[in-house]
């Protein structure tokens, strides 16, 4: 959103891009929807407090069955979320105090999808979804260009997953999904 302020773009481009651009979570969210419902007055936290890190968790986790999956479900999502204020905070502070060129960080963000997928590929072990979100990538990428390909490709994956459900067993004994 900062980048697009800066350069004059309308308030209406920035807000159509963040819409877009947090869509993901929508994606995220509809696995959990059962669950979180079921956590009472804790719901609306659950939902604001799904990030990308917070579902890959939440997805391959492996709870001991003494465990209270909902509570550890919670804790993970606080525990995450202070990180995620805790983390900016103090990165505000660092990057007044030490300014340092940024160039090449934007990878960061890459680099943990990249790490973030093959944990959950190691968890699940479940190879099917992953080849239809690359497929569809691919496929709208070429179609669309980088600029436009993520919202279509989200759409036709979960679409083609929904349809296949039945076939393609996306729990893990022990995960939620």
Known sequence: MIP???????ILTVAVMTLLINSRHIFYGIGFID??????????????????????LLSTCKYPPEVD???A????SLFNHGWWIFG?????LIGTLIPFDMTGIDFCMTALFVVLLTNHIKQTKKL?????????ALLFL????????????????????ALFKN??????????S
């Open 35 to 56: 669950q979180f419902r079921g956590m009472g007055r804790k719901y609306p936290y659950m939902v604001l407090a799904l990030t990308d890190e917070t579902y890959v």
């Open 4 to 10: 697009l302020l800066v350069t004059g773009a309308p």
């Open 88 to 92: 900016s905070v103090l990165g505000v």
């Open 167 to 176: 076939r393609i067993d996306l729990r893990k004994e022990g995960a939620v």
């Open 73 to 76: 479900a919670f804790y993970i």
């Open 128 to 136: 099917i979804p992953v080849v239809i979100g690359i497929i569809s």
């Open 69 to 71: 999956r909902d509570k």
């Open 142 to 161: 070429l179609l669309l260009g980088p600029a436009n390909f993520i919202l279509p490709s989200l759409c036709l994956t979960v679409v083609l997953l």
